[in-house]
């Protein structure tokens, strides 16, 4: 036996010659044992046929052992072969090993990518740590992958050889070899092999429990997932990809037709699919797909489901213009995507778009969407809908342990104190990627961090009203996942609503809102919180506990110990797998998944599930939210609340009295029902909503929508907020507010109250009993009901007043009004503003108080004076119209105008006081004197007509003065006015 030493720089050695010696390194042994150390540099050694030691040192070494033996490569990436019954190890580094004969060797990768192919024999191959790839062959070999996403590869097994792998417990997975005959070349047993590609051959391929990817290559293959996250790849194939996961059928590019085996109806059992370069077609089913087609202009279909398209690709320079908006932006439209090779990508389906590492466009749709960025300066915006911008693939580029810093409030936000800033300020709506880029934000309303320390910055909600003296928001609260690390997730407020979410977390937390917002997380680290409004467990047991100004609490599967605080606290179960049974006062939730929850302190508030819910509130009043699902829904003593404000309810009918409602969850025309009791107020959808109060006091809220609402007996709130609603507060003392939209308000008690904000709508109150308007609600029609003979008195705004079948007294006030009288006997005054008046049928008194109720600039009108039966009213008051004088008796010859003036002696004052009243009027003026202080003018109407403006000029007055004059026009009907058409008190 020889030894041989290498020198430190790139040796050569070489034992195959019997006898001789090479690099001058003597007694080399070709046929002998030798130890061959290969020292520094990159070595090239060629042992003989005898058992041979080699070690390659530090280098990238080729080593070629012809015989038996050892060959270690130690660091550096090695090439390492064996035609005998070798153990190869790669040590450190990105290694190749093969073994090219003999009866069976060992090859083992060490750490790095390694590389190892098996021979004709009995072979083992043990990647180890890395990403590595194990080279399948003839023979019966053990594959073993180790840690890291390893791939067993047969596809150099030339033609005529297909497999037929079957999934076993756990990693163990056994791939038999045969021939197109069916003789089997060999059994192969893998281990730890997380992707595997078939032969040219029809393969079966069957995946286990575990996340694994499938490449079956050319051939007819049958491939069948598994419970993981299954890939199957054709970017390998030559032609255009075809794969439709809904059907399970594949056309993979390279002539073969794929069965992608159903996991049930509908679903695949395959969760993703990686095309090609071609003009591919990919069509997801109704899970959740991944959906990568590469180059070229492929078809991208996510179907039902939440879907991703993804163009991740590390060779990529240019990013990708991905649009799921409506509208065009940088040239691409909406639903399309300008792929890194320039083509145009259709999208259909896809609410989550991953980017690629370059400078990526990510616009999100009106549904809820996610964007992953990746590395690059991208730009996110989310438009409409719950938007999350997710950087969970962000790697921490320059290991200093701080991952994304990210802020979704609309200010930036100075925080003290993170990483080795003491203190730092995050610009509005950006984000600093895991590579250090930074990234623009809009429309994001969650935020998913990395794996390292991440700073996670929520967004500001307002809320959209108020109820029963809470806040509701039209939006979602802020949601941010700080995943694995020391994550600090905060608010700029705590009032913003923002949620710290440990969803994904692999076992329990220990959240303590009450001790300033400290959590341990379920990766076994701690997070801080700033101003966080609510937790969201995992799905293992966790412990949270409320602080004490008003938490959400969701805790999520497992048996999970909650604590409400002194504020206004929420329990939410809205994610659970089935129905929920939650009762306040004994303390205990099932929670829907399996676990029963411990609930202590108080709860105000408590959100169910998409499913038949049990939920008993506690004697301080308590928020029901049952969601979708038959519910039922008890009160305790205190005033509670039944709300159906939620994307799950669209059009509810609400009987809080006879203790039921319609949720309008889609289940059937008219939803599930829920059974209610104990509850005095309701909030409806963003529907058209029904609600029934009870006979005490009762709130109502009708939220959006055309709703209707009945308080029934007591003292009632009604809201209808946004819509055309129709409020009636039944008996009782009530309040109702109508909010935008044209509204009808039924009032029963000339107490009621009525609510309407400035351009609120075309709104209408409609009352059996007289009622005034309030001063502040702009309200535009008051209409009288029934017909017994009840007044109405306007506001300050421009009113229509309507009568009834009775004698009524309209009064329109200030603003330029409309009055009606309908039938019966009805007093019409307009009040100040230029306003119309029409009696309709009966004996009607149009009646005018002072002068300035209809003077030059604001000109009153009577539309259907009938002489003979309507009249013409004044009310002397001192010092105004008409003061001190008796009824006078006029006739008339004809449709004329009339004029009453004070002229003053000797004087005519025709010209001053016609002018700027009609000056489209012609013809001769007559005037008789009738009275010492009252002149009547007659005046020739050109044509006749049996309109005109009447003009009352005040007593003591010269000619006329548009501050003080009273001006008005009246449509003649019956004959000319006489006398007795005036009424003169």
């Not at 590579?435 to 994001?444: E, F, N, P, Q, R």
């Not at 998944?593 to 959100?607: A, K, M, N, R, Y």
């Amino acid at each position: 036996m020889a030894q041989i030493t290498g020198t430190g720089g790139d040796d050569l050695i070489r034992t195959a010659v019997a006898g001789g010696s090479s690099n001058g390194l003597p007694d080399a042994s070709a046929a002998g044992g030798d130890v061959i150390l290969g020292a520094e540099g990159d070595d090239t050694i060629l042992s003989g046929t005898g058992w041979n030691l080699v070690l390659g040192g530090a280098g990238a070494d080729s080593i070629m052992l012809a015989g038996a033996g050892y060959v270690f490569g130690e660091a550096g990436s090695d090439v390492l072969a064996a035609a005998g019954a070798a153990v190869l190890d790669g040590g450190a580094g990105d290694d190749t090993l093969g073994a090219t004969a003999g009866p069976g060797a060992v090859l083992r990768g060490g750490d790095g990518a390694d590389r190892l192919a098996g021979g004709p024999g009995k072979d083992q191959l043990a990647g180890d740590g890395g990403a590595d790839t194990l080279l399948g062959s003839a023979g019966s070999d053990s594959l073993d992958g180790g840690d890291g996403p390893d791939t067993a590869d047969y596809g150099g097994l030339g033609a005529g050889v297909h497999l037929q792998a079957v999934a076993l417990a756990g990693f163990l997975r056994v791939v038999k070899i045969e021939t197109s005959s069916g003789a089997v070349l060999g059994v192969d047993r893998l281990t730890g092999i997380e992707a595997l590609v078939g032969t040219a051959g029809h393969d079966r391929l069957v995946g286990g429990a575990l996340d694994e990817s499938f490449a079956g290559g050319a051939g007819n293959d049958t491939i069948l997932g598994g419970a993981g996250f299954d890939v199957v790849r054709y970017d390998a194939a030559k032609g255009d990809v075809s794969v439709n996961l809904a059907t399970g059928r594949a056309q993979d590019g390279l002539g073969g037709t794929d069965l992608l085996a159903l996991a049930a109806r509908g679903r695949s059992s395959i969760e993703m699919v990686v095309a090609g370069a071609g003009a591919d077609t990919l069509v997801g089913d109704d899970g959740d797909n991944w959906l990568r087609g590469g180059a070229g202009g492929d078809l991208i279909d996510g179907g039902a489901g939440f879907d991703v398209a993804d163009w991740r690709d590390d060779s990529a320079t240019t990013g990708v213009l991905a649009n799921l908006g409506a509208v065009v932006i940088g040239g691409v439209a909406g639903g399309t995507a300008r792929d890194p090779s320039g083509a145009t990508d259709t999208l259909a389906g896809i609410e989550w778009l991953r980017g690629t590492l370059a400078a990526d466009t990510l616009i999100g749709s009106a549904d809820d969407n996610r964007l992953r960025g990746l590395r690059g300066a991208d730009s996110l915006d989310g438009g409409a809908g719950f938007d999350m911008a997710d950087h969970a693939d962000d790697e921490d580029a320059d290991a200093d342990g701080l991952g994304v810093i990210v802020n979704l409030s609309a200010d930036a936000v100075t925080v003290p104190g993170f990483g080795a800033a003491s203190t730092l300020v995050v610009a509005a709506q950006r984000a600093r990627d895991g590579w250090g880029d930074t990234d623009s934000l809009a429309g994001m309303e969650g935020a998913r961090g990395s794996l390292a320390d991440d700073l996670l910055i929520g967004m500001q909600r307002a809320p959209a009203f108020a109820f029963a003296g809470r806040d509701l928001f039209a939006q979602e609260a802020s949601i941010l996942r700080g995943l694995l690390g020391a994550d600090t997730l905060m608010a700029a407020a705590p009032e913003d609503g923002v949620i710290a979410s440990y969803h994904e977390d692999p076992s329990g937390i220990v959240a303590r809102l009450d001790l300033g917002g400290l959590v341990q997380d379920g990766f076994g680290t701690q997070d801080t919180l700033v101003n966080i409004f609510g937790i969201e467990g995992s799905e293992a047991a966790d412990v949270i506990i409320a602080g004490d100004n008003g938490s959400f609490l969701r805790g999520g599967a497992g048996d999970d110990t909650l604590a409400g605080g002194l504020g206004f606290d929420r329990l939410g179960f809205a994610r659970a797998a089935s129905g929920v049974v939650v009762d306040l006062p004994a303390g205990t939730a099932a929670d829907g998944d399996g676990g029963t929850d411990s609930l202590s302190g108080s709860f105000e508030q408590v959100t169910g599930s998409a499913f038949a819910d049990r939920i008993t509130g506690g004697d301080g009043g308590t928020w029901f939210f049952g969601l979708a699902g038959a519910d039922t829904l008890a009160g305790g003593a205190g005033e509670d609340v039944v709300a159906y404000h939620a994307a799950a309810h669209q059009g509810v009918f609400v009987n809080l009295q006879a203790g039921w409602a319609w949720d309008g969850d889609g289940s059937s025309a008219r939803g599930s029902l829920d059974r209610l009791s104990g509850i005095e107020h309701a909030l409806g959808s963003a529907g058209a909503d029904t609600l029934f109060g009870s006979s005490g006091a009762t709130s109502l809220h009708g939220a959006e929508g055309d709703d209707s609402l009945s308080g029934g007996g007591g003292n009632d709130g009604l809201i209808g907020a946004s819509g055309a609603d129709t409020l009636d507060g039944g008996s009782g003392f009530d309040t109702t507010e109508g909010g935008a939209g044209d509204d009808l308000h039924l009032v029963n008690s000339r107490f009621d109250l009525v609510a309407e904000a400035a351009g609120g709508g075309n709104d209408t109150v409609q009352s059996a009993v007289s009622y005034w308007l309030d001063a502040a609600a702009e309200i535009e029609v008051l209409r009288l009901a029934g017909g017994a003979s009840v007044n109405a008195v306007g506001n300050g705004f421009d009113n229509v007043l309507v009568g009834n079948g009775g004698g009524n007294r309209l009064e329109g006030g200030v603003g330029q009004d409309e009055l009606f009288g309908l039938d019966g006997a009805d007093t019409l005054i307009g009040g100040n503003g230029a306003d119309t008046l029409t009696g309709h049928d009966g004996a009607d008194l149009f009646h005018f108080e002072k002068a300035a109720e209809s003077f030059r600039a604001f000109v009153d009108s009577v539309t259907d004076m009938e002489t003979g039966l309507d009249r013409i009213g004044f009310t002397a008051i001192p010092g105004k119209l008409f003061a001190g004088v008796a009824p006078v008796s006029i006739g008339f010859n004809g449709a004329l105008q009339l004029v009453f003036a004070n002229l003053g002696p000797g004087t005519n004052r025709y010209a001053e006081v016609m002018d700027g009243v009609n000056a489209a009027l012609g013809g001769s003026a007559n005037v008789a004197a009738s009275g010492a202080v009252l002149q009547v003018w007659h005046v020739d109407v050109a044509g006749g007509s049996a309109a005109g403006t009447y003009v009352f000029v005040n007593d003591g007055m010269e000619g006329a003065s548009a501050s003080s004059d009273m001006l008005i026009a009246v449509t003649l009907s019956g004959g000319p006015l006489s006398g007795g058409d005036f009424l003169l008190a």
